[in-house]
């Protein structure tokens, strides 16, 4: 993710002391993030439903509830990192902390310099972690993109419109990108029983992803066929 992006971020500071929680969000807004400011764990809550911050920035010691308890909580419903900044520096509130699912613990006071690397480590740190996670659910071939997560093929940004079967026959032979997979190899990962020498099924299902696709035009990408043995995917 480019820092373009990461300026974009948005995130949500929960502070009870209202003049070090528009310091912080003031020190944030500098730097290009997005913030909004809870004072309580339920206006906390209600930021949280309504738009998912990209990181957290919590208090321990709240008027109307624990911010240790408020991490569980909002921990079970986002991946986003969390970031304790109190004024309890003990081991034993720290451990705790990061227990309940916080991803670094900063105590007060603080070094504004420090707090602003810190926020900007766990941003890039999640970009790296999602960037990943995408990139592992998408296959890119050109033209053609695959969502994995989503069962969909994508041929210049459209949607191709596969079946799941047409799908899943598409994604063996893009994952096994230049290797020839036999008639027998493909019936029998997709269909789940025997080919029993009648391909019939598996080149009509084929055909149909070709023009789906648009195979005949692609400048980038084609299935070969040789008859009578299987098929092969490959970028040109």
Known sequence: MTSEKWRMAVILTVEDDVELAQFNARLLMRQGYAVLV?????????????????????????????????????????????????????????????????????????????????????????????????????????????????????????????????????ALLVQNEGKELSYEQIYETVWGTQLNNNPSALRKQISRIKKKIDEENAKDFAIFNEHGVGYTFTIM
């Open 38 to 170: 809870a004072h309580t764990a339920d206006e906390a809550r209600a930021f949280a439903s309504e738009r998912a911050p990209d990181l957290l920035i919590l208090d321990v010691q709240l008027p109307d509830g624990n911010g240790m308890e408020l991490c569980a909580e909002l921990r079970a419903g986002t991946d986003a990192p969390i970031l304790f900044l109190t004024g309890m520096a003990g081991t034993s509130d720290k451990v705790a902390g990061l227990r309940t699912g916080g991803d670094y613990y900063l105590t007060k006071p603080y070094d504004k310099d420090e707090f602003l690397a810190v926020v900007n480590s766990l941003l890039r740190r999640a970009s790296r972690t999602h960037e990943r996670l995408t990139e592992a659910a998408m296959i890119e071939k050109g033209s053609l993109v695959l969502m994995l997560s989503d069962r969909k093929a994508f041929i210049n940004e459209r949607d191709a419109g596969l079946t799941p079967k047409e799908f899943a026959i598409l």
